[in-house]
């Protein structure tokens, strides 16, 4: 059957947000009195979530008082910290002219997704956007994919889900869709390989020699 719908993960697939992250990252560890993150161990947030990765780190009680300081410091630099990446709306414009219907499905706090999609400009493409903080079990739990394919109006055997990690690589197959991932900024490529994603891409644009 056709592909009719696509689910996007959001950074480091649609946008390079890290700029603001680290930035983030980096003032929550001086206000928590705690080491600067280094830029492998920030790297290594994107994708979890904010409580499993602090948790991770820290432990459970600090990462609640760490998750509630970084959110504050991203409230005033999550914006002008993200980039579009190259190529991306140009894609996005392309897919939307063939029909296919889009999503966001992301491990970010959902209203931060939006606000930046719509300050890139990629807003108008995203017919939904499911994320952290709505009622969803993170990513790779498949909750927030079902919801997304439901938004869609599409049928599983007519989606696949586009993303960078493996995170994104292993909700898709909890989700018993296709998983087409992108060489990127975040990807860990031994450990993406050893997991036999569907389709293995070099950029976004490249989606649209298989659509």
Same mark, same amino acid.
């Given at each position: ?10 950074? @480091? *697939?649609?946008?390079?947000? +890290? $700029? @603001? ?12 009195? =705690?080491?600067?993150?280094? $830029? ?6 994107? @994708? ?7 948790? &991770? ?12 300081? +970084?959110?504050?410091? +991203? ?17 996005? /414009?392309?897919?939307? &002219?063939?029909?296919? &219907? ?12 939006? /606000? ?17 903080? &709505? ?22 055997? /007519?989606? =696949?889900?586009? @993303?960078?990690? *493996? ?22 490529? $031994? ?10 891409? /070099? ?9």
């Amino acid at each position: 059957m056709a592909i009719r719908a696509i689910l996007l993960d959001h950074d @480091g *697939t649609l946008v390079d947000s +890290y $700029d @603001g992250i680290a930035k983030c990252m980096r003032l929550m560890c001086r206000d928590l009195g =705690v080491p600067e993150m280094s $830029d492998a161990e920030i790297l290594a947030s994107i @994708g979890p979530t904010l409580e499993e990765r602090f948790t &991770q780190l820290w432990g459970e009680d600090m990462a609640n008082e760490a998750v509630r300081i +970084y959110r504050s410091h +991203y409230k005033v630099h999550n914006v002008a910290g993200t980039h579009i990446i190259p190529g991306v709306k140009k894609t996005l /414009e392309t897919l939307a &002219q063939r029909g296919i &219907q889009m999503a966001c499905v992301s491990n970010k706090a959902w209203f931060f997704c939006k /606000e930046q999609l719509g300050h890139v400009g990629l807003l108008p493409y995203i017919r939904a956007v499911f994320g952290h903080r &709505q009622g969803y079990a993170p990513k790779p739990a498949p909750e927030m994919l079902f919801a997304a394919i439901k938004s869609l109006e599409a049928k599983p055997e /007519e989606v =696949v889900m586009v @993303g960078d990690t *493996t995170t994104d690589l292993l909700a898709a197959r909890n989700a018993s869709i296709p998983a087409w991932i992108i060489k990127g900024k975040y990807s860990q490529h $031994d450990n993406i390989m050893k997991l036999n994603p569907d389709r293995y891409l /070099e950029k976004l644009e490249d989606i649209l020699d298989l659509i």
